[in-house]
């Protein structure tokens, strides 16, 4: 039964007052026909742009064979992404799901498991990150429990210490004998597109592998082709064990992936995980699809070209608008603001300039759009921040 006073839609979300009904390329269009240029791609998410061709006719030509039967049964588009992701990475095994949130929930328990089945139990502590933000399941906020992220959803899960990103003292003193791992985020997303130093990597690469521990990288936000290759990893030199993937990995169509080596995931054996969603003939298919894009031959090296220019050309308007921008950070497609005025404001000038942009936490307004951009959306996209300076000092 409606209740007018109670929403139908659980209000935990504050939406903006725009609802887009339209999408192309690094284009939106709203239910008043009024276009937009997307520098936001849902969150990472529409990484080759809003209704690509070849992810449209995968979808579509899946959709008209089928759509789900269960992972008690082989699904060979599966087969087929599984291999995919290990011939294109690190890993010898995958496990998909339906988002990164869940792909996090795997890698913790993989890291766990994989020291009781060796006969440890004792080790499952892991050392994670403040800024980090590991998605909102109980495990993620357990991860690093922010008062807004964990206020009221106590008792949370036992099994985390949080340190200082980027101290290796905190995660030197944090190291003890219960510890099973370390989890991070090549480059923060909801933190403030804040990167870590590829020494600082590779120093806690070393460190596991003195302590005998796992190295665990959450890629949800800034894996595939954000920062100008496959993965983040590959441009930093450090290999983690495990690795988060999701948001890019269906171009809109949910799905996520936790991918290891052999040796990490040995303790994950029958029984101990599934999905019933995750990795069925449709999200498969699209996933599929996403990597016809993003491997072939000079698609990335070219979306790293174009995202230089997007940040040169950023580079130049800090300078001159040091009254609004305090800072560029990032790498390729992932790239922040630090500014002046509150990053909330700042968002909402370029939205009604007609540029859509995500907020982050240390003040930053994340540009992350799709790898697809042209240079003149690119160019579009740089006037309309140039413009929102100008109108702000002269206000």
């Known amino acids: 039964m409606l209740n007018s006073s109670v929403p139908t839609l659980l209000p935990v979300y504050k939406r903006m007052d725009v609802a887009f009904e339209r999408g192309l390329g690094a284009q939106l269009w709203d239910d008043r026909g009024r276009r937009y240029l997307d ?209 890019g990995l269906g171009g809109g169509f949910p799905i996520g992936a936790c991918l290891a080596t052999a040796r990490a995931a040995a303790g994950m054996t029958y029984g101990t995980h599934g999905s019933t969603f995750g990795g069925n003939p449709l999200g498969s298919a699209v996933a599929n699809a996403v990597l016809d894009v993003m491997l072939k031959e000079g698609f990335m090296a070219d979306a790293a070209r174009r995202a230089g220019v997007l940040r040169e050309r950023l580079q130049g308007m800090a300078a001159r608008h040091p009254e609004m921008i305090a800072e560029v950070r990032g790498k390729g497609f992932i790239l922040g603001l630090r500014t002046v005025q509150p990053a909330g404001d700042v968002v909402a000038r370029f939205m009604e300039l007609g540029l859509v942009t995500i907020p982050a936490s240390d003040n930053v307004v994340r540009l992350l759009p799709p790898l697809t951009v042209t240079l003149d959306e690119i160019e579009e996209g740089v006037g309309i921040i140039e413009q929102a300076a100008s109108r702000a000092e002269a206000a």
Not at 46 to 75: K, R
């Open 39 to 247: 520098f936001g791609s849902g969150i990472a998410v529409t990484g080759l742009g809003h209704c690509h061709p070849h992810l449209v006719e995968a979808l579509t030509s899946q959709a008209n064979a089928l759509w789900h039967t269960s992972n008690l049964y082989e699904i060979p588009a599966l087969q087929k992404l599984a291999d995919r992701l290990v011939a294109n990475s690190f890993a010898e095994t995958v496990f998909v799901c339906n988002s990164g949130a869940e792909a996090i929930e795997i890698t913790v328990k993989m890291a766990r498991r994989h020291f009781f089945a060796r006969g440890l139990p004792g080790r499952h502590r892991v050392i994670t990150f403040e800024g980090a933000f590991h998605g909102r399941t109980m495990t993620g906020i357990s991860a690093v429990p922010t008062p807004k992220m964990a206020e009221g959803f106590a008792p949370l899960l036992e099994g985390f210490d949080v340190v200082p990103f980027g101290d290796l003292a905190a995660v030197q003193a944090a190291i003890g004998p219960s510890t099973a791992a370390i989890l991070i985020e090549p480059i923060q997303g909801e933190g403030g597109i804040r990167a870590a130093e590829p020494g600082f990597l590779a120093a806690l690469r070393q460190l596991c592998d003195e302590h005998d521990m796992l190295l665990l990288f959450d890629e949800v936000q800034c894996g595939l082709g954000r920062t100008g290759n496959m993965f983040a990893y590959e441009g930093m030199g450090v290999v983690p064990d495990i690795m988060a993937l999701a948001k």
